[in-house]
């Protein structure tokens, strides 16, 4: 047997516990302990708060990165990738966008050879029990006493861990080609806490999440003597019931626990039968005791005290686990941070292997130490496809896809010394989602996930990704097209550096042509200057022209067939493209009379036909600016007539505002008055009534009961509205009632409103009710008031005639067949106690407990156990009562007392 290390725990309630483990055990100061144990015996819960890691990242940076990621649909890279994912966590991470991304070259490189080790792995890690306890951790180290479900999940995660090294090293050690090292190298030197884990594996049971004997001498003493002492308690009260039985002092032998004691079942009459015994408590009719014999009095003393020292010895046990989990909170975080960075590590991998991605390498855009023939430039990719549009070819037709459906491959070739490419070419040609390839590629290679390409791609190493695509207007800051895209690259120029990667679509467009030439000539030329890399997509014809005069410009074309009029997606790297505009309106059909004016104003904007154009252009626009006079002019006229009439409107309306204002303060007061004078009569109502009920009897009980209701009656009609006129037009005529109609009914008062419940007939009678009252009446007695819906209709109380109670319950139900009735808890407000009660007023009482419960209320139906007769009465009510969803027989623990659920 392991050598077994003792330790004494002093509590503040001078408890003394000894505690043995199957190791050598070491301990701090006793206080944190002692806090835990007094926290948990308080069932007191402390909160977590959440940690925060420091960014040397700037908000606005931040800000840029974030838009730039949603534009490249980053996120849906990572949502892919964590289906790959094995453990909870890693599935979060990447979903919530988590995903590491190297901050230096040396951790992308890293990461890309983690990517590589998984990519060889011959049999999937198994990750079965990582469990995410970080928020488990974090509670222990607040000072709350954790569950032992909770204690257990650590263990299992801790053990989990381990056999994941273990597994790696066992496929390493097959292997013996270190191709599997940066993956060992992760976990490489954790401390798995396997003290810990054996601690709690010895000393809690995870199946059935309890404390098990053996985690400490003095517990197991405690059940060993609990554990005795309840079989002879049993076997004591066993005999004595049977031979009660056997006297005729109970109708079964029954043996049951009162007040945390155990005792016998006996008639009041047969008391005699237990000599000694003491009473803990009697049926609610007094016919029967449970009464607790004198030899069972010692036993049921010690098993309260065995029972009180077994929960005190498991707190003492969960502390002292908790404490230690507390205390090496920073190796479990630690630890758990490991596993998940090599789950991610399996995830890439899995993910490189289901869209055959290539390792990237990471080239320097200054110099070059290669000797092929791709040594000249910075950015060296063939036949890449777009990630995500590849990864839709792959979900539609899994593993067996056709070359035609699969997204064209682009090969992107970037010589060392050009810092801007511009990338020019026909609408809907693959100009922006070229551009969004090489972004997403730079993003996934830092995060060292491989991308789908040939052979071996090549892209320098970006700090950051800084991309402008798509259409930044927003009303909310009132920011047009042009202005957006000028706000945003404001933003990219002050964070940009020389390691930057920049993406900017159609630079310079929405303003003025010459303007927004100018304009992007000299962002481009300044952006060059302080960027690695810059790649543009433009229609203008002037920017591809800069690769003439600057060396460091470069122009690319998206391929158009002139034959087909249709994009090939390819790009011709050196070319400069033409829009296309004229042949692909063309190709879809455009009157050629259009087409042909148009091919004229082509002409007259060729550069010899400038001036004369501007000659032109300006007598045009001094007619336009005349023209715009005249309509400003009318405009500002029509504005003036147009605020004297707001103005008038907006006096009306504050004036309407003021009188509505005064009437409602009025009528409030008036309703607070009546109020207060119908409280006070019902008052004085309600007091005579007790007073008088208290000197009553039984018999005056009815009389009581009509000369109160008649008072109340009259305090009611006093204040209800005139009588509802029932005329005999033609919309009552028509009336035909349905369903939850709300109707005034003849003879009720005008203030009674009344639900349609039931139809009964052809004629138009119905059933209606208002309050608990439920009357059939005739269609000419009722007055519409308002249509019912049919959610109304579906949702009423009264379902159907000839439906049975249980039916009715179940169409109440909700859809997923679950019906929330209130807590099986008993309480004086669910309570009828029918005990003392002559068989006729036992069905009055029942019913009019019935009608005054809320819908899916559980009523307790106090009965007894004398003759049972009461009892016998009761259940037949409950059969039958309309309401009576169900209804349980007492138990043992609660006889006399029938539990009904009302609907």
Known sequence: MAATAKLTLLLPTTLTSTVYFPSRLVLKSCPPLQRLVVAAAASSSAQTLPSSTPSLETPEARQIRLETESALEWGGVCARLADFAAT??????????????????????????????????????????VEDVSAVVAAATGG???????????GRSIRAARGVFDQLQSLAEETQDGRHSPLLDILQGCDFLTELAQRIEFCLDSTFSVVLDRASKKLETIRRERRRNIEMLESLLKD??????????????VVTKRRSRMCVGVKASHKHLVPGGIVLSSSGSGATYFMEPRDAVELNNREVKLSGDERAEELVILGLLTSTIADSQLKIKNLMEKVLELDLACAR????LWTNGVKPSFSDSYSSCQSDQSSEYSVYIEGIRHPLLLEQSLMAEGSTVDASEMPVPLDMWVKKDARIVVISGPNTGGKTASMKTLGLSSLMSKAGMFFPAKGRPRIPWFNQVLADIGDHQSLEHSLSTFSGHISRLRKIVEVVSEDSLVLIDEIGSGTDPSEGVALSTSILKYLASKVNLAIVTTHYADLSRLQSVDSRFENAAMEFCVKTLQPTYRILWGSTGNSNALSIAKSIGFDQKVLDRAQEWVEKLLPDKQKERQGLLYDSLLDERNILESQANEAASVLSQVEGLYNEIR??????????????TRE????????????????????????QLKNSKLEQYNSLMRKAEAATASVVAAHQPDEITFSDDENQTLFVP????????????????????????EDGSCMV???????????SKMKLVQRGTNEAATSSSVKPKGRTPKQRFEANQSQDGSVSFGPVVQTSKNTVDLRGKRVSEVSYELEMAIDACRPYQVLFVVHGMGTGAVKECAMDVLRNHPRVVKFEDESPLNYGCTVAYIQ
Request: aromatic share 4%.
């Open 349 to 352: 991998g899995s993910y490189a």
């Open 668 to 691: 409030t007061q008036k309703v607070q008055q009546e109020l207060k004078v119908v409280k006070s009569q019902m008052d004085t109502i309600i007091k005579n009534f007790e007073v």
């Open 769 to 779: 009710q208002y309050g608990k009252i439920k009357v059939q009446v005739k269609r």
């Open 88 to 129: 909870a966590a890693g599935r979060a991470a990447c979903v919530e966008g988590r995903v590491a991304v190297g901050r230096s070259r040396e951790e992308s490189e890293r990461l890309i050879e983690q990517t590589a080790a998984a990519v060889f792995l011959s049999a999937p890690l198994d990750f079965a029990g």
């Open 651 to 664: 006096s009306e309306a504050d004036d309407l505002e003021s009188r509505l204002a005064a009437l409602r």
């Open 738 to 761: 349905q369903i939850g109609d709300k109707v005034y009914i003849q003879g009720l008062g005008g203030g009674t409103m009344a639900t349609v419940i039931e139809t009964l007939g």
């Open 240 to 253: 004595t019931a049977a031979k009660i039985f056997q006297a005729g002092g109970i109708d079964s032998p």
């Open 144 to 154: 709350r006493l954790l569950a032992v479900r909770e204690i257990c999940a650590v």
